[in-house]
């Protein structure tokens, strides 16, 4: 069965540090994978989405990038984080045939002091 | 006009009833329909995915889709203090590589 992994769990960050989180999947190949970024009462906010190495599209201007070096890995970056980038960040994957549904791991909650 | 309207609720129920939670959307071109349940500090868990109108049970959960009123539902039978969460409604168009639109979630407590 296909399992997804992110790390840290919670991270708290002084305001101008750089940023990495990490998402992995196993159980499957060639996953389309997605960030998300959840604030409260604002609903699951699209960051960036890939369909396969190296392939990356954003969905908003922002002071984060995404990187794919890996089929099944998914890494969320900043280089100078901002307050504004607190929040609960989701990443998720779903099979490429048609019609499949995302999943979704639990998530790192990001602090910015 | 957003393009997924969900209640936020909160609803606080009792333990047992029925649950109703619905959602609008205004894209004719939604073709797929799914519910998440979220635990407070976890990921979204996926309950049920549809992609025609009709109802789809799966236990105690029937999700309902009308796409004529463009309105989808999930109801909860006999509810348990374990259904508390958010529930959050999701779409997606075809050909949108599964990229999916939220609803901003509706927040349930179940009262023992």
């Known amino acids: 069965s296909q399992t997804i992994h992110q790390w840290p769990a919670t991270l708290v960050q002084p305001v101008g540090s750089p940023l990495s989180l990490e998402c992995t999947v196993e159980g499957t190949s060639n996953p389309n994978l997605y960030w998300y970024r959840q604030a409260a009462g604002r609903g699951l906010q699209l960051l960036f989405y890939?369909?396969?190495?190296?392939?990356i599209s954003s969905e908003v201007p922002q002071n984060l990038s995404a990187s794919r070096p890996q089929d099944r890995q998914f890494i969320l970056s900043s280089k100078k984080l901002l307050l504004s980038d607190s929040g609960f960040y989701l990443c998720?994957?779903?099979?490429?045939?048609?019609?499949?549904?995302?999943?979704f791991g639990d998530g790192t909650r990001l602090s910015i002091l | 006009q957003k393009e997924v309207e969900q209640d936020p609720g909160p609803l606080s129920v009792p333990e047992g009833a029925i649950v109703s939670l619905n959602c609008t959307y205004s894209?004719?071109?939604?073709?797929?329909f799914m519910w998440y349940r979220q635990y407070s500090r976890k990921g979204p868990e996926l309950l049920m995915y549809?992609?025609?109108?009709g109802n789809k049970e799966d236990g105690r959960f029937t999700a309902q889709v009308d796409k004529s009123s463009k309105y989808i539902s999930l109801f909860i039978r006999d509810s348990q203090p374990s259904d508390s969460a958010t529930y959050l409604c999701a779409m997606s168009r075809i050909g949108s590589q599964g990229n999916l639109i939220f609803g901003k979630g509706t927040k349930l407590s179940v009262k023992p």
């Open positions: 998720a994957w779903r099979g490429t045939a048609s019609n499949q549904p995302q999943h």
């Open positions: 549809t992609y025609s109108s």
């Open positions: 890939s369909v396969g190495i190296g392939q």
């Open positions: 894209n004719s071109a939604f073709q797929y």
